[in-house]
């Protein structure tokens, strides 16, 4: 069975950087898709940033030049760099994958298109 265990996050002040890590064990197979999503409260959950088929990046355009997205070359981890980091960026970071099945085909990729989740890591970001 599929698993992903994140890393990484904490507080940090705004304009500082943060790093988080998502590593994916129990597969015999590249997921379709991977990523992150977030969910602050009172909030739902949305992409952020995520890997699609065809080598085709998503970011949410309220982290689009300040995120980036990696994979390694073995496909195993996947980071999420955080740069410039604002007040608004505070929630509950969530990595995701796509094993076995479509997804991507909706942008913003949606929650529903992932089938294997980690189990969150906190970002705060103070002012």
């Known amino acids: 069975q599929e698993q992903l265990v994140e890393s990484g996050g904490g507080s940090v002040q705004a304009g500082g950087s943060l790093g988080l890590s998502c590593a994916a064990s129990g597969h015999t197979y590249s997921a379709n898709c991977v990523g992150w999503f977030r969910q602050a409260p009172g909030k739902e959950r949305e992409a952020v940033a995520i890997l699609l088929t065809g080598g085709k990046t998503y970011y949410a355009d309220s982290v689009k030049n300040r995120f980036t997205v990696s994979q390694d070359s073995a496909k195993s981890i996947v980071y999420l760099q955080m740069n410039s980091l604002k007040p608004e960026d505070t929630a509950m970071y969530y990595c995701?994958?796509?094993?076995?099945?479509?997804?991507?085909?909706?942008?913003?990729?949606?929650?529903?298109?992932?089938?294997?989740w980690g189990q969150g890591t906190q970002v705060t970001v103070s002012s």
């Open positions: 995701a994958a796509a094993y076995g099945i479509a997804c991507g085909w909706v942008l913003p990729p949606e929650p529903s298109q992932f089938n294997t």
